[in-house]
């Protein structure tokens, strides 16, 4: 790969560039990178796939020069598909730890509560469902008087007014 880039400075400032990236571009990128190994995607489609992530994120696009000759070094196999460096995990754990019942362990990590504990009460499936299917039965009734009402409404409207003209 070192000998490709060497003769194509193009590619190897694309590849630069893209290496350069921050890291909240790396899922766009990668995307980028899988659709050049797909014949489906062009190179200008990939480019404004990519171009949507990068708006999503708040970046700057790149060229499409600059991506097209990136694109086209992924799709021969001389660019490699773009990975998370190492150091990122160390830095998310950090990120982690400042957040309050942190355990990066999950042995340290207390099992989880019976429900009967955290709601207080025996709580069984069939339970559920008929509380369920009860509020959702008194909310539907709920939606049908109101439409009822509206139409009801409307309609003792329309008979006020034929009478109305019918009076005048």
């Not at 990519?50 to 001389?78: I, M, N, R, T, Y």
């Not at 019976?114 to 069939?126: C, H, L, Q, R, Y």
Request: aromatic share 8%; proline share 7%.
């Amino acid at each position: 790969m070192t000998k490709v880039l060497s003769t194509n400075t193009a590619l190897a400032d694309a590849v630069s560039y893209f290496s350069s990236l921050p890291c909240f571009t790396l899922s766009a990128v990668q995307a980028a990178w899988d659709k050049s190994q797909t014949d489906s995607f062009s190179s200008r489609g990939a480019w404004t796939s990519l171009c949507k992530d990068f708006d999503q994120v708040g970046h700057e696009h790149p060229k499409l020069v600059v991506f097209s000759e990136w694109f086209d070094g992924a799709k021969k196999g001389d660019v490699p598909r773009p990975q998370s460096p190492i150091a990122v995990p160390a830095r998310k754990a950090r990120l982690f730890a400042a957040l309050p019942d942190f355990s990066p362990n999950t042995q340290d990590v207390p099992p989880l509560a019976p429900t009967s504990e955290i709601v207080g009460a025996d709580v069984s499936i069939e339970m559920f469902a008929t509380r369920l299917f009860d509020d959702t039965v008194a909310s539907l009734n709920r939606d049908v008087q109101s439409r009822a009402a509206e139409i009801v409404a409307k309609r003792l409207r329309e008979i006020a007014e034929r009478y109305d003209a019918l009076a005048a």
